[in-house]
């Protein structure tokens, strides 16, 4: 027994390691973007774990080569155990102690280090974070190396690998022409690849949640300050201190895992897009960045909206949305009678015209509202009205938050026999 204890010694150290890199490969590769826009911020530990992900493919390959080295070190000292113990004490025992040392590597140095990272990364990350960084160093050197003996890999068994093209707005076009004419894709299939190809044509501005709508909180913010109730926008919104400017959000469905006070040290930061932006472009960036709200800034730099990824997916996965059916529980644009519609002052004219299938004038981000304070040239009072392009327009109400309703009447037939 004391001649192998040495080597016993050596493979715990050996499965110590192991487990280092296993879990810090497994937290590190765990943190979202935004974590790691935030631990650039943070304490020396973390800043080290957000330089470490700067270089993925350096931080991976390093990892994977200590683990290769400690394991073929780790399987060579066991055989070398093996062969005293079964000159001492049988080849049975030889053969028990390997199947042992084999499932005990696997369970400390993979599989329990792993899970343990994957349920609290960033706060491993952050304590592994400067040693790995030394190792990784220490790796540098090879680098070229294995550079070269992956090139060469890929040459001999993947000659013919190209990588693949990007998928932009013509092949989504193209796929909806094609689902034309495929009786197998189901309706609503096709509505949701339409959708995405106008989301290319709508602006953040005509499909945000104005300020009137939704709240947000100044720090300190305190679980009571929600008194019970659900936000608006399901959201709760962070503004900067003695500022309405919103810095950051939390989504209320995570609700049961917050404290009771600083929820503000809980909140992930939100992008900010200009109005003129596409609904694309900020989804775009929200995947990129991991960020589930994205404030609307006018001209000046003002917050004049808020656009959440609830809001998108809506707009994608809804037969027929709006933003009056998001904000007021209401349909944009609602047919009464034969020629006559009740249509939501918020409406867009791109929406309106596209509801109709025909083209309308007027800028895009114009609303009906904004239309009818145009043509009247004043602010519309309930009872106005106004011809505009082909329809005849009544103002039925103005409510307290200022969004009109607004009376349509469009007699296409005998427009048409025009």
């Known amino acids: ?53 700067q270089r993925p493919d350096r931080l991976l390959s390093a990892v994977l080569f200590w683990n290769l080295a400690i394991n073929l070190t780790y399987f060579a000292i066991t055989a070398r155990v093996g062969l005293l113990m079964s000159d001492s004490a049988g080849s049975s025992e030889a053969a028990l102690f390997s199947a042992f040392s084999l499932l005990t590597l696997i369970f400390l140095s993979e599989m329990l280090p792993k899970s343990l990272a994957i349920l609290r990364p960033v706060g491993l990350a952050s304590q592994l974070a400067m040693p790995l960084s030394l190792f990784v160093r220490l790796v540098d050197p090879l680098m070229p190396v294995l550079q070269f003996f992956q090139l060469v890999l890929r040459r001999l068994l993947l000659p013919r690998f190209q990588a693949e093209p990007g998928f932009d707005q013509a092949d989504v076009e193209r796929a909806v022409k094609l689902s034309r004419d495929d009786a197998q894709l189901a ?13 290319s044509e709508i602006r953040v501005d005509e499909w945000m949640r104005p300020r009137r709508h939704f709240l947000a909180f100044n720090p300190p913010v305190n679980l009571s300050d929600l008194q019970g109730q659900m936000t608006p926008s399901s959201y709760l919104l962070v503004t900067e201190r003695d500022s309405e400017d919103i810095q950051s959000a939390i ?3 995570n609700i049961a895992r917050l404290p009771e006070q600083h929820l503000e040290h809980h909140a992930t930061a939100v992008l900010h897009v200009p109005w003129v932006a596409t609904v694309a472009d900020a989804l775009q960036l929200m995947d990129e960045r991991q960020r589930e709200v994205a404030t609307v800034l006018n001209e000046f730099g003002e917050t004049i909206g808020i656009l959440t990824m609830e809001d998108i997916l809506d707009s994608l996965f809804r037969d ?19 020629g006559c519609w009740h249509v939501m002052g918020i409406t867009s004219i791109y929406r309106l015209g596209r509801h109709f299938n025909i083209d309308l004038p007027g800028r895009r981000g114009l609303t009906v509202a904004g239309v009818i304070q145009k043509t009247l040239a004043r602010l519309p009072e309930s009872g106005d009205e106004c011809q505009w392009g082909p329809f005849q327009l009544r103002v039925l109400e103005i409510p307290q938050q200022g969004h009109l309703l607004v009376e349509l009447r469009w007699d296409r037939a005998s427009q048409e026999q025009q």
Do not use: C, H
């Not at 280092?20 to 497994?26: C, Q």
């Not at 949305?321 to 009464?336: D, K, M, N, W, Y």
């Open 1 to 53: 027994m004391t001649i192998i204890l040495p080597w016993l010694l050596a493979m715990a150290v050996l499965i110590s390691l192991s487990a280092f890199f296993s879990a810090s490969e497994a937290a590190l590769f765990s943190i979202t973007p935004a974590q790691r826009d935030k631990l650039d911020t943070e304490s020396r530990r973390q800043r080290a774990a957000a330089r470490l992900l």
């Open 320 to 338: 027929d949305t709006s933003r009056s059916g998001r904000l007021f529980s209401r349909a944009a644009i609602e047919q009464v009678e034969q």
């Open 187 to 199: 309706e609503r299939e096709q509505r949701t690849l339409e959708n995405i190809v106008e989301l």
């Open 251 to 253: 989504p209320l469905k």
